[in-house]
Antibody
Framework: QVQLQESGPGLVKPSETLSLTCTVS????????WSWIRQPPGKGLEWLGY???????YYPPSLKSRVTMSVDTSKTQFSLRLTSVTAADSAIYYC????????????????WGQGALVTVSS | SYLLTQPPSVSVAPGKTATITCGGN??????VHWYQQKPGQAPILVIR???DRPSGIPERVSGSNSGNTATLTISRVEAGDEADYFC????????????FGGGTKLTVL
């Protein structure tokens, strides 16, 4: 059974960096795409980008200047860093596994972590 | 950027059929995926590639996609189907991107 578990601080100060790690069990990091998706409480879902098992990444233009994702295959973990956070970045952050291994145009998400609530506040 | 439009809410009586739509320009040319999210839980994938059910999803749940509308249909609705439902596509029109609909709250009366 594939399981994903987010870890990291639940409270981050404005202008600082949000850092989360996702630990994967029951599956190898290779050869999949891995993503982060966030959801402000009571609102919709926003995709933050992906990291491929090879380490290549893609981020949407709206967040590109602030987001970094990385992968550690030996630890079966991948990570998210979001810099210069504001209150608008307060959300539940989900780490997710994409079911596709090569065709990104078919990307969808078959396993999700339980979510980590991150609040940006001083 | 590509926009997916869902009705904010749909209500249905137990045993009836719920239909949730997802509108987008020429969405029929894309693969549409659907997620169910119950309160306090992470979303789960209920339909992939327009109409394929992942393992463990009941046959009562089905999907279709044509023209400018994709549809999620839940037959013989049960109280346990009450949840938020989100559609999702991959779009490249303004650069590669995963796009989600705004979500539909399904209420079982």
């Amino acid at each position: 059974q594939v399981q994903l578990q987010e870890s990291g601080p639940g409270l981050v100060k404005p202008s600082e960096t949000l850092s989360l790690t996702c630990t994967v069990s029951g599956e190898s990091i290779s050869p999949y795409y891995w993503s982060w998706i966030r959801q402000p409480p009571g609102k919709g879902l926003e995709w933050l980008g992906y990291v491929y098992y090879s380490g290549s990444t893609y981020y949407p233009p709206s967040l590109k200047s602030r987001v970094t994702m990385s992968v550690d295959t030996s630890k079966t973990q991948f990570s998210l860093r979001l810099t210069s956070v504001t209150a608008a970045d307060s959300a539940i952050y989900y780490c997710v596994k994409a079911s596709t291994t090569t065709t990104i145009t078919q990307m969808h998400f078959d396993y999700w972590g339980q979510g980590a609530l991150v609040t940006v506040s001083s | 950027s590509y926009l997916l439009t869902q009705p904010p809410s749909v209500s249905v009586a137990p045993g009836k059929t719920a239909t949730i739509t997802c509108g987008g320009n020429d969405i029929g040319s894309k693969s549409v995926h659907w997620y169910q999210q119950k309160p306090g839980q992470a979303p789960i994938l209920v339909i992939r590639y327009d109409s394929d059910r992942p393992s463990g999803i009941p046959e009562r749940v089905s999907g279709s996609n044509s023209g400018n509308t994709a549809t999620l249909t839940i037959s013989r609705v049960e109280a346990g189907d009450e949840a938020d439902y989100f559609c999702q596509v991959w779009d490249s029109s303004s650069g590669p991107n995963v796009v989600f609909g705004g979500g539909t709250k399904l209420t079982v009366l």
